[in-house]
């Protein structure tokens, strides 16, 4: 669907359920309600909530989310900040990162060194990431089936150090590179350009990015939930 067709569509459909009772809504209300539809739909069908079933349960839901989908291989950086463990490495993600759909690492002298990131085989990760928790830590560390292994690391989320969204792996040995497939924020779906207000910091106009497929399922979604906020505010 284009911009033009979500406005209209959308004010077509508020009118009818609403018997057009309700106060018209304006650009910047229709795209704030589409905006949040759209990113609990990605949300759903990642977690596989409600009827979704997860994006990667069927071919369809698969393709629905291939827009956000994004594969980075990414080197260790230098921040000060204090490590929990003298086998800890640091990387940091891209801030668009929304969900981790996957994720591996691999040791200094795997092979690939001389390689630009973009160049390495993503098969060649032999070290499985599972993410952890830093109250854990301290009871798991040693624990030969739940901590660090030759081919296991424990992946912590830091926060932001250094203008940068951090992660922590602790691993046997020293890591050389991480890889990680995620689903990345989807853009708001902005109907017309703001003057006075944003959208996730964006002016727009922007279009949904997502597949064509789930453009009237969020649509019917925003619908709804304008009509909801309008009884809520009225009764």
């Not at 906020?229 to 009225?234: E, I």
């Amino acid at each position: 669907m284009t911009i033009k067709e979500f406005s209209t569509e959308f004010d077509l459909m508020y009118n009818n359920i609403t018997s057009s009772q309700s106060p018209g809504l304006d650009e910047y209300e229709k795209s704030v309600f589409l905006t949040h539809e759209q990113e609990g739909l990605v949300t759903a069908l990642y977690t596989g909530a409600g009827t979704y079933g997860g994006f990667e349960l069927t071919e369809q839901m698969r393709r629905s989310l291939d827009s956000l989908l994004v594969s980075e291989v990414l080197e260790p950086v230098d921040l000060s900040y204090d490590m929990i463990a003298s086998n800890s490495t640091f990387f940091a993600l891209d801030d668009s990162l929304w969900y981790i759909v996957y994720e591996a690492a691999k040791y200094k002298g795997d092979g690939d060194e001389d390689k630009k990131p973009c160049q390495v085989d993503a098969k060649n990760f032999p070290v499985e990431i599972v993410p952890a928790t830093y109250d854990e830590f301290h009871r798991i560390k040693g624990d030969p089936f739940r901590g660090p292994s030759k081919r296991r690391a424990l992946r912590f989320d830091v926060g932001i150090v250094d203008e940068h969204r951090v992660i922590e792996v602790v691993s046997k040995d020293a890591l050389s590179k991480y890889f990680v497939k995620y689903l990345r924020h989807p853009q708001p779906i902005i109907l017309d350009k703001l003057s006075d207000n944003t959208i996730n910091n964006e002016h727009g106009p922007l279009g949904c990015e997502l597949h064509e497929s789930l453009h009237r399922i969020i649509l019917d979604s925003a619908v709804r939930a304008a009509k909801a906020a309008y009884v809520g505010a009225t009764s």
